[in-house]
């Protein structure tokens, strides 16, 4: 598009206000408003004299940005939040379902070996709950954890 340098600022406010008029999605006004940047690219000097002639139109937009700037680390905040907390109760279950094991095969044999213990904290989720149903049958300490060598 060919325009008088004299034009740039109107053709950019121009540009500006139709992307307001026209587009009412977030994601694309800031989209549409980095490629109407860049086409018009304005330097330092056009940037404020645009701020001082078109406050209107610059304040609208930069506010648009900040919100929805804000507004994404506000929800990528909360997702990191919700799942750092899903993940908190799932290891306390795991640990709770080890800790569970370890007290249920100590009551049946008696005290847990070191590497008992250590064998319990690792053991991933599966491994807990097949190992929970064979401490209900298994003769030795040993029994409860075989077939996984076996394998």
């Known amino acids: 598009m060919a325009y008088d340098p004299e034009e740039k600022l109107e053709v950019y406010a121009s540009a500006v206000r139709g992307l307001v008029n026209l587009e009412a999605d977030p994601e ?3 989209k549409y408003l980095d490629f109407i940047d860049i086409y018009a690219a304005l330097d330092d000097e056009e940037q404020r004299r645009y701020r001082e002639q078109y406050a209107e139109e610059a ?5 648009f940005a900040e919100r929805f700037i804000d507004q994404g680390l506000q929800q990528g ?8 907390i899903d993940q908190g109760i799932e290891q306390g279950i795991e640990q709770g379902l080890a800790r569970l094991l370890g007290m249920q095969i100590e009551q049946r044999f008696g005290a847990l070996s070191p ?4 064998r319990l904290r690792r ?3 599966s491994q807990l ?4 149903v064979r401490v209900l049958s298994a003769s030795t300490v040993e029994e409860i954890f075989d077939l996984d060598e076996r394998h």
Do not use: C
């Open 28 to 30: 694309r006004r800031l």
């Open 59 to 63: 304040d609208l937009m930069s506010g």
């Open 77 to 84: 905040l909360q997702q990191g939040i919700e799942r750092g």
């Open 115 to 118: 590497e008992v213990m250590e």
């Open 123 to 125: 053991a991933s989720p």
């Open 129 to 132: 709950e097949a190992w929970g």
